[in-house]
């Protein structure tokens, strides 16, 4: 038996050093070794460790940070107790741990922070669905949105739903209610802004009831049941919304006739839904206006419109980085939008979502990914620059679901977050820092007969090039882990711990003074909406029922004066 473990032992060897003399020569820099193969940076007899940036090596350097951060926590104890008149909610779709930090150094350095990071008060939620233990958009997003978590795939239903049932949709007490149905009862304006189909799931839930997140139009939806396009156009919601900016113009033509954008319909129905918004739109005596591309946005003159609708691609918009000139940025639709909601004294609520970090992910697309996410940063970063008096606005940003993304290794202080990083002893080969759990991207970094493609031949900085996936999978995953949140202004601090993921939801409601009228599944008032429902600066929590039947009785007492 000892016999046969040495000779197992010197014909590893000697394969071993047979691959060796045949592995392709790697960057110097990358392994600065006189050995005759590739090998590890440390194990150079000559190696050197990093030094990282001088100001550091200080120790007085971390003890002023580290003074000037107390400061900053010890400041966060004076808490905002106001109502939040206005929310601005912003999703990052996919927007994982993980995601932010590399954005981070994607942008410049370990050091920086992203303008939501910044906020005082910060929160970690759980994301799994009621029958799933990785979630998807659309369940993640009822929770935020309605303070219900319920099944995979459907929208705005309770969890007696099951994914593609019309039947039970239709069921009234199992239907959820969006936060913006209680701005809207409430007199605040609301909007919606993403660069996905503004069909798609998480915008969906803020405005539709579905049994399934795919019957965005009516060629797709069950004979009985509404599609989520139409209830945009005509919903009890969707009808009502100020602002609702996005991609998606596919479902809203026929087919048969081409879009705004070019491309053919998909309805079934041969309906004209941007052509019914605008009749119902002038129908209510109101001034609303129809845009399609980044140049129509940017010359709307808010003073002369009631309400915008804008449809700016025929499916998802497209990536930032694909440099697609005619559609406006989601900074750009984000302010439009606030411009046009904050001219309402009353209030009111913004959704906001970056959706394609979670599309670039799906595809192993990191550099895009994180370009998405930079582009998320700039659009809060704006909101909370024009909404400076933080007194009434509450900022909320939020993660409906993680991904498989991951950082690796032992990259080197400054090292580009989009190259290889470290070494491996094994396969004598670096790897990239970056890389996912699954995906198509599989096949491009592993070979059929096993082991990995060497990276120094790969040109990784494209926004094209997909990172490394371990598993073959379709469709890179959800990931599983729970997201953060981060807030500023009204009651953020409610938003601190771990906690699960439609918390949220019944926070922003306390928050803002929203919610069901007293006595029907209520929860708890804070003093400052107290005051405000007994004649305070605006409403809540009040049914509009009871509303019309007080000025009714107002109106008869002065006519009998």
Request: charged share 20%; aromatic share 8%.
């Amino acid at each position: 038996m000892k016999l046969v473990l040495q000779i197992s032992s010197i014909c590893l060897v000697i394969t071993l050093a047979s691959s060796a003399s045949v592995s392709p020569h790697v960057d110097p820099e990358l392994t600065p070794a006189p050995t005759p193969y590739p090998t590890h940076p440390m194990d150079d007899p000559e190696w050197a460790p990093p030094e990282g940036p001088r100001q550091e090596l200080d120790k007085q350097y971390w003890i002023r940070t580290g003074q000037r951060l107390l400061d900053e926590q010890l400041s966060k104890n004076q808490l905002n107790l106001n109502v939040a008149k206005n929310v601005v909610i912003f999703i990052g779709d996919g927007m994982s741990i993980a995601t932010q930090t590399a954005t981070r150094m994607y942008m410049g350095g370990e050091e920086l922070a992203l303008s939501f990071e910044q906020f005082p008060y910060v929160g970690l939620a759980k994301t799994y669905c009621i029958n799933y233990q990785v979630s998807d958009s659309s369940c993640t997003a009822a929770a935020i949105l309605t303070g219900v978590k319920n099944n995979y795939g459907t929208i705005a239903v309770s969890g007696h739903v099951p994914l593609m049932n019309c039947e039970r949709s239709l069921v009234e007490d199992n239907r959820l209610t969006s936060m913006l149905r209680y701005a809207q009862l409430d007199g605040r304006s609301t909007g919606i802004v993403t660069t996905t189909r503004i069909t798609h799931a998480t915008p969906a839930v803020a405005y539709a009831v579905a049994g399934a997140r795919y019957w965005e139009d009516d060629g797709d939806t069950p004979e009985g049941c509404t599609d989520i396009a139409a209830q945009l156009v005509h919903g009890e919601i969707g009808q009502n919304l100020t602002v609702a900016l996005g991609g998606g113009s596919r479902h809203f033509y026929p087919a048969g006739a081409n879009t705004v954008h070019g491309s053919a319909g998909r309805r079934q129905d041969g309906r004209f839904l941007v052509d019914e918004w605008l009749i119902n739109v002038e129908a209510n005596g109101e001034s609303g206006l129809f845009v399609h591309d980044r140049l129509s946005l940017s010359q709307v003159k808010v003073s002369k419109v009631d309400r915008l609708f804008g449809l700016f691609s025929a499916n998802h918009m497209s990536y930032r980085l694909e440099n697609a000139v005619q559609e406006p940025t989601l900074e750009e639709m984000t302010a439009k939008a606030l411009e046009i909601v904050s001219k309402n004294d009353r209030g009111y609520v913004l959704i906001v979502e970056g959706g394609r970090i979670d599309h670039a992910h799906h595809d192993n697309l990191a550099r895009l990914a994180l370009g998405e996410t930079v582009e998320l940063h700039r659009a809060v970063q704006h909101v909370a620059t024009a909404t400076d008096d933080r007194d009434d606005t509450l900022i909320l940003v939020t993660a409906d679901h993680s991904h498989t993304l991951t950082m690796g290794g032992y990259p080197v202080r400054g090292n580009n977050i989009l190259a290889t990083g470290d070494f491996s002893r094994l396969d004598r080969m670096p790897f990239f820092t970056l890389s996912y759990a699954n995906g198509m991207s599989y096949f491009e970094h592993f070979s059929p007969t096993g082991g990995r493609h060497n990276p120094q031949w790969m040109d990784s900085q494209r926004p094209d090039f997909v990172f490394p996936g371990t598993v073959p999978y379709e469709d890179e995953t959800h990931g599983g882990d729970d997201v953060g949140v981060f807030a500023r202004g009204p009651h953020a601090h409610l938003f601190s711990g771990l906690y699960e993921q439609h918390l949220i939801g019944h926070v922003l409601l306390y928050a803002a003074c929203l919610g069901p009228p007293e006595g029907t599944n209520a929860g708890p008032v804070s003093e400052a909406c107290k005051r405000r429902l007994t004649g305070g600066s605006g409403g809540g929590r009040v049914n509009p029922v009871v509303v019309v039947v007080l000025v009714t009785i107002a109106v008869v007492l002065l006519g009998r004066q």
